[in-house]
């Protein structure tokens, strides 16, 4: 077999690699390449950049989110919770439930050095805060030890520094249910030392928070001996309705459960539609760089005719002809891929420290935690989501190169010679 007819003879790589080195006189074509590949290492970098962006964001809400919020709640149809540790007790008892959480929740305004915010007191027993990670590992030091010896509160970090407080200090809490008078209910009103604040990253909880002893919110809230319900954690969050019907049946005819995809519904709903519409809108990129090359191959070979027909009178067969621009083509869509892969892995990797660097050069804050909830930048790549977006890429720059490469294989050498 002839070099000539091999499938990828060295004769067509060198071939193909000096077209795309461009002459004086062929400066235009190699500038049309040069962007083409800057084109498909842009696109293929952006989309794993944002993709990895959209995916550590839903994780570190996610994360967040059910490490205060829990997996399920269990509530009771009308008012308190009665009877809730022997209910508490049952959920236990079920194959793959974690814990289940007396808590009451409640609303209030939160009032301390002509401020005042509205928060959500949250009340539960100190034993069961200390095994809320998320809250306890971030506790000002002494915070667990003055919670569980005198009525006190834990704020969030964020919204104690809006009030100017510390530690030791004290907050008054405002709740609309109060007693009840003859001229109707009173809002209680009440002062509580701060026994320590917490800080768990996510800006609404961090400036929304406040956590009570159990008994104590039963007495501020005045829900008598009841809760507010149960929080339940499971081992697997993704698979909580596997857990419904057996929590269900544990916690009685007069409780309703409530997951967390049910609660957070609209919210990781928009994020999975903003993910997706990102995706496709990101893949145009590529598409669009893809076109690119399509358009320089064309010129390639419309200025190549000459050196076409020589190469076929010297017996290069049409399929070598082909894989000559196959080659240049490709050559192309591979370096910008692999291009657009290192600078996205670096790009993720290094993440926050470029968004620090932005905002500290413009003098903007780039990721607000007000508007993003989530104090750093997150960034969370997925093997397989990456080599997806490698072999959609490549997948169009070699679908990019075929009918140029088909157009020059098709090329009639006699023709081409008359009119040179």
């Known amino acids: 077999m002839s070099a000539a007819t091999r499938p990828f003879a060295p004769f067509e790589w060198k071939i193909a690699l000096r077209y795309l080195r461009a002459r004086r006189h062929e400066s235009f074509i190699a500038v049309i390449s040069t962007f083409s590949l800057i084109g498909i290492a842009l696109g293929v970098a952006t989309l794993i950049i944002v993709m990895s962006v959209m995916n550590g964001f839903r994780h570190e809400l996610l994360g967040r989110i059910l490490g205060l919020n829990g997996h399920m709640i269990v509530q009771s149809i009308a008012g308190g919770l009665p009877n809730f540790d022997a ?43 200390q095994k809320l990670t998320s809250v306890s590992s971030t506790l000002s030091p002494g915070a667990l030890q003055t919670f569980q010896s005198e009525p006190s509160v834990i704020m969030g970090a964020r919204l104690a520094d809006k009030m100017g407080l510390a530690p030791g200090d004290h907050v008054t809490l405002i709740a609309p249910r109060g007693a009840y008078t003859p001229f109707g209910t009173t809002p209680r009103v009440k002062s509580y030392p701060i026994a320590g604040t917490f800080r768990i990253g996510m800006s609404e909880y961090d400036q929304t928070f406040i956590f009570m002893p159990l008994d104590e919110a039963q007495l501020f809230f005045n829900m008598g001996t009841t809760a507010g319900g149960i929080e339940i954690m499971v081992t697997s969050a993704d698979a909580v309705n596997q857990w419904r019907v057996p929590v269900e049946r544990a916690a009685g005819d007069f409780a309703r459960v409530t997951d967390w995809q049910q609660m957070n519904s609209s919210l990781f709903g928009a994020l999975q539609v903003e993910r997706n519409v990102m995706f496709l809108i990101l893949m145009l990129i590529i598409l669009v760089a893809a076109l690119n090359v399509i358009s320089g191959l064309i010129m390639l070979v419309k200025d190549k005719n000459h050196d076409i027909a020589i190469l076929r009178t010297m017996g290069a067969t049409p399929g070598a002809v082909m894989r000559v621009f196959f080659i240049a083509g490709a050559s192309i869509g591979l370096f910008g891929t692999l291009g657009g892969l290192l600078l996205g892995v670096v790009f993720c990797d290094n993440i926050e420290s470029i968004r620090q660097f932005l905002s500290s050069l413009t003098g903007t804050e780039l990721f607000s935690p007000e508007i993003y909830f989530l104090s750093k930048m997150p960034a969370e790549m997925d093997t397989g989501e990456v080599l997806s977006v490698a072999g959609m890429s490549l997948a169009l720059s070699f679908l990019a190169t075929l009918y140029p490469s088909w157009r020059a294989a098709r090329l009639d050498p006699v023709e081409a010679l008359r009119y040179e």
């Open 87 to 129: 209910t508490a007790a049952r959920i236990r008892a079920i194959p793959g439930v974690q814990s289940a959480t007396p808590i009451i929740e409640g609303q209030v305004m939160a009032s301390a050095n002509n401020a005042a915010f509205g928060a959500l007191v949250r009340g539960l027993r100190p034993a069961d805060l």
